[in-house]
T-cell receptor, first 113, second 111 residues
Framework: GAGVSQSPSNKVTEKGKDVELRCDPISGHTALYWYRQSLGQGLEFLIYFQGNSAPDKSGLPSDRFSAERTGGSVSTLTIQRTQQEDSAVYLC???????????FGPGTRLTVL | QKEVEQDPGPLSVPEGAIVSLNCTYSNSAFQYFMWYRQYSRKGPELLMYTYSSGNKEDGRFTAQVDKSSKYISLFIRDSQPSDSATYLCAMPSQGAQKLVFGQGTRLTINP
């Protein structure tokens, strides 16, 4: 079966622009997570969805970051007014339920010039 | 102090060697332990998932958990060049929601 998919795979943008990153989780997985991976910081949690609601947004680094999930499936992570420090790989993961293993997508590599 | 500590390496061993990868953690509330393998420019791949103390074996891979010492290990037997990757330990935190990751150990198996 299909795994977690993310698009685009690469995104280069100019400082100050807005970007949208998309995640398609494994069908039937109710939990969805966004993480960010950068050289200096490793893998950091951003936000967790259970269904369409986000009970944990504690990892979002600023109010420029937001995310939504619709239909209990696709999720979009939006970064407004991008900064150079936002450059990283953004990873999405899904799991069938809370507490089980999380399955990751290939990531979106974001470069802010 | 980070919640999960992992030696970033790099670690380089000859093909066929036994590899030992380790993590320590500080939060005794951690109950589940995972190992992920990440190839260059790919997403992390779930390799092993363990709950209790002791050993869990899957093919050439063995995960070991010692909750009393807050220490987990991943052993790779008969290592292959295809095992060359970064290995990350991870533990669910805060009600089993977010994963807390170690820094990752970069492993190279030399033919």
């Amino acid at each position: 079966g299909a795994g977690v998919s993310q698009s685009p795979s690469n995104k280069v943008t100019e400082k100050g622009k807005d970007v949208e990153l998309r995640c398609d989780p494994i069908s039937g997985h109710t939990a969805l997570y966004w993480y960010r991976q950068s050289l200096g910081q490793g893998l950091e949690f951003l936000i967790y969805f259970q269904g369409n609601s986000a009970p944990d947004k504690s990892g979002l680094p600023s109010d420029r970051f937001s995310a939504e999930r619709t239909g209990g499936s696709v999720s979009t992570l939006t970064i407004q007014r991008t900064q150079q420090e936002d450059s990283a790989v953004y990873l999405c993961a899904s799991s069938p339920q809370r507490g089980s293993g999380q399955f990751f997508g290939p990531g979106t590599r974001l470069t802010v010039l | 102090q980070k919640e999960v500590e992992q030696d970033p390496g790099p670690l380089s061993v000859p093909e066929g060697a036994i590899v030992s990868l380790n993590c320590t953690y500080s939060n005794s509330a951690f109950q589940y332990f995972m190992w992920y393998r990440q190839y260059s420019r790919k997403g992390p791949e779930l390799l092993m998932y363990t709950y209790s103390s002791g050993n869990k074996e899957d093919g050439r891979f063995t995960a070991q958990v010692d909750k009393s010492s807050k220490y987990i290990s991943l052993f790779i037997r008969d290592s292959q060049p295809s095992d060359s990757a970064t290995y990350l330990c991870a533990m669910p935190s805060q009600g089993a929601q977010k994963l807390v990751f170690g820094q990752g150990t970069r492993l190279t198996i030399n033919p």
